[in-house]
């Protein structure tokens, strides 16, 4: 995160303007001075290289900082496919009001009410077809893109459809150092204390704006850049701002049964740019159903079909699947001692697929098959759950296994008698039912894991993602997997995990609990995290790094600002570093110092880098909804090598999530959490992740969110920031 001077984010109403709104009339601007600025700078050191900045002017080229090496995030850009060439319906109906509803694919003034200007009389400017822009040299719009060599203004302006109030939203982004204001008919309204911005192009993720406004018809906001290269992607909504979280999820949906609707169970295939997301649903039966996306982040529902011959079972006869030929095979258990298998030409109709039946097992059940394709050997495996025995009876002997079988040929038709056991938790663990559900195996880099999610080891029953590592370039058949390892990815409330390769990348999906202290089975999709292979073998987890882009929609807070309130111990800072020093014991920390960030949050992306130079330190942020008394903590335990997030409520004190983190040191520790409701997800050194619901679904939600920092001992916060997190609404935009 850049280290920025930025100014805050303000939602406000302008009741100054009220008497003048209610006449409703447009109001042209002849004079806009400007006499004071908000300077934003950044002290985050750039590269010394320049590019030409190709929608400029082609008379002119202007140069922007940028690194000496390539944007790692190109190579992540396929996996996020996004229609921006094909032009919204024109339709002035709706609350919903993008500037890329107006620019996208056309180049016509007044498209769905937005304008293309430039002077202080705010003048239409002329169609350059040419060059697939407004304006000349001097001054023109391409797309979100506005440039003006500082003579003229140049204005992206909205033309309200009717009265009412307006919430205006967006991100701008410096591409060379450039001035920005927003105006109601001429007259300045943001910033509400100074006459323009002052942009920084090192504030990479661009400043996210938000306040509201009383408008009739007609009226017009202008977004106003007055000198310099940005980019101006401004989002209006009529009445109530609408941010539908990227944790996808149904809300106040039922079966006729009355089951809640959510998602359980997911089973991911990518073919051809589009993740198929197949689900299991939470109607008491496990139904399949799918949704499908061509960026993992935005999902629609999609039918599928039994069709003749039909799969022997109506529900879940689609799990994991395998491309053979032209056809997708998928397996799943048809009873207690057979796996059947179904198949498809298209990935939404599938019927029986009768040759490739698998035969009865030896054991008393089995369940869950996977099917894949181990090119070592150049034949179809499944894994899947073998049971000596199912008795979960106080006194029962419950003893599950993993085997492994193989096909006879290079297809997936016909299977070797025999089989392979992988794993045996024979009646493991206190609950004496250690069940390893949804298992897989993964070919990653130059070494095979078996993945599983083993149940009954939470509150939520359903496992966290277990791995267990092979050694590197050593056949499956050639490795005891008994004794392997068990090892982590995440932590307890990312709920029967699956990975699936997308490119030469690795991603994973599981469910998040929408009850925190339950059982109860299913919740929302996880965002994807790419799963990526260390040195040593072991498996890393982070936001990739175009999906890190795209989730930050502009900075909001910045330390450097200032306005930390010491809560409680002693704060010293100096620039964008605070020291935290604890003192006094409170909320079950020996010594805490407490730093509390100004104003109140909702829906955002919090990251610091941060030390703990004391070898029992621990060191994080506080978050809480300021209508209730319950905290939530997110922190690092350096003494126990521990990644936390712990809610401290009236009803009492509950660890959330947990992870053990491997750390080579406690200086310099690279933080992120995302802040969605009640979901909160971390990351550590773009190699660690934990997500948490903090807070059961649509109770006490962190909508109104006071952010500290915290530590028990010393520690030290440097470059700490708050930017808004994307919603569906916005985050292609």
């Known amino acids: 995160m850049p280290r920025s001077f930025t100014k805050k984010l303000i939602v406000f109403t302008l009741a100054v303007f009220l008497a003048f709104l209610t006449a409703c009339t447009e109001v042209a601007s002849t004079n806009q001075t400007t006499t004071t600025s908000t300077t934003i700078t ?76 430039a002077t202080s009389a705010f003048t239409e400017l002329v169609p350059d077809p040419a060059n697939d822009r407004f ?39 410096a591409l060379t150092g450039s001035t920005f204001y927003v105006a109601l008919n001429g007259v300045k309204v943001y910033p509400e204390s100074e006459d ?27 977004f106003v850049l007055s000198s310099g290269l940005a980019k101006v992607q401004p989002v209006l909504m009529y009445d109530e701002l609408i941010e539908s979280s990227l944790y996808f999820d149904y809300n106040n949906e039922y079966f006729p049964n009355t089951y809640p609707r959510h998602i359980g169970d997911v089973h991911p295939f990518y073919y051809e740019g589009k993740l198929y997301m197949y689900y299991l649903e939470t109607n008491g039966r496990y139904t399949v159903a799918l949704l499908e996306s061509p960026n993992m982040l935005l999902y629609s529902e999609k039918q599928l079909n039994r069709i003749s011959p039909y799969p022997s079972i109506d529900t879940y006869y689609v799990l994991g699947i395998a491309k053979y030929q032209d056809k997708f095979v998928s397996y799943y258990g048809a009873s207690a001692v057979a796996i059947n298998s179904s198949v498809s030409t298209d990935l939404y109709n599938w019927s029986a697929h009768n040759t490739g039946e698998v ?55 016909a299977w070797a008698s025999g089989h392979k056991e992988m794993l045996r938790l024979d009646n493991a663990g206190a609950s ?46 050639d490795e005891d997997w008994t004794t392997k390892t068990e090892q982590f990815i995440d932590g307890e409330d990312i709920c029967a995990a699956q990975l699936v390769q997308i490119g030469d990348k690795w991603y ?67 620039e964008d570093n605070v020291t935290l020093i604890g003192s006094d014991p409170r909320y079950d920390f020996p010594d805490l110092a407490e730093a509390r960030v100004p104003e109140n949050y909702k829906r955002v992306i919090v990251d610091f880098t941060l030390s703990i130079p004391d070898p029992d330190g621990k060191a994080g942020i506080i978050l809480k909804n300021e209508e209730y008394a319950t905290r939530h903590f997110v922190y690092i335990d350096r003494a126990a090598s521990m990644l936390y997030v712990y809610s401290r409520t009236v009803e009492g004190n509950l660890v959330k999530a947990s992870l053990r983190i491997d750390l080579d040191s406690y200086d310099d520790i690279k933080v992120e959490v995302l802040v969605d409701g009640s979901i909160v997800d971390v990351f550590v050194n773009g190699t660690y992740s934990l997500a948490a619901r903090v807070t059961t679904k649509g109770y006490q939600e962190l909508t109104n969110t006071a952010i500290s920092l915290f530590a028990s001992g010393e520690a030290d916060f440097t470059g700490f920031a708050i930017s808004k997190l994307a919603s569906q609404e916005n985050v292609f935009d």
């Open 196 to 222: 323009q911005l002052i942009l920084s192009p090192d504030v990479i993720q661009g400043y996210y704006l938000e306040f509201s406004l009383e408008v009739c018809a007609t009226d017009r906001i202008e």
């Open 432 to 477: 004496g039912r250690e069940d390893p559900e949804v298992p897989q195996m993964a070919k990653i880099g130059d070494r095979w894991y078996l993945i599983t999610s083993i149940y009954s080891r939470s509150v939520h029953g359903v496992g966290r993602l277990s791995y267990f590592k092979g050694e590197a370039n050593t056949l499956i058949d």
């Open 359 to 413: 035969p009865a097992i030896d054991n008393a059940t089995g369940r869950d098959p996977y099917v894949f394709y181990d090119p070592d050997i150049d034949r179809y495996r499944i894994i899947y759950i073998s049971y000596y025995s199912r008795d979960t009876s106080a006194d029962g002997d419950f003893d599950a296994a993993l085997w492994l079988l193989t096909s006879e040929d290079a297809s997936p038709e």
């Open 508 to 574: 994973m999906f599981g469910w998040i609990p929408n009850n925190t202290i339950s059982s109860y089975w299913g919740g929302a999709l996880s965002i994807a995290r790419e799963v990526y292979q260390l040195p040593n073998g072991d498996l890393a987890t982070r936001f990739d790094p175009y999906m890190t882009k795209l989730l930050n929609q502009g900075l909001i807070y910045d330390i450097a600002q200032g306005g930390l309130t010491t809560v409680q111990g002693e704060m010293l800072q100096a």
């Open 42 to 117: 950044s002290s985050e050191p750039t590269g010394t290289t320049t590019t030409e900045v190709t929608t400029m002017p082609t008379t002119t080229t202007v140069t922007t900082p940028t690194t000496t090496t390539e944007d790692p995030a190109l190579a992540y850009l396929p996996f996020y496919q996004h229609d921006d060439t094909t032009p919204y319906p024109e339709d002035l109906s709706g609350s919903l009001f993008k500037a890329s509803m107006g620019y996208q694919g056309m180049l016509e003034q007044g498209y769905n009410n937005w304008y293309y200007e």
């Open 135 to 173: 304006g000349t040299d001097s001054a023109n719009i391409r797309n979100a893109i506005l440039y003006t060599d500082g003579a003229d203004l140049v204005s992206l302006t909205f033309k309200a459809p009717r009265s009412g109030t307006l919430i205006v939203t967006g991100n701008v982004t």
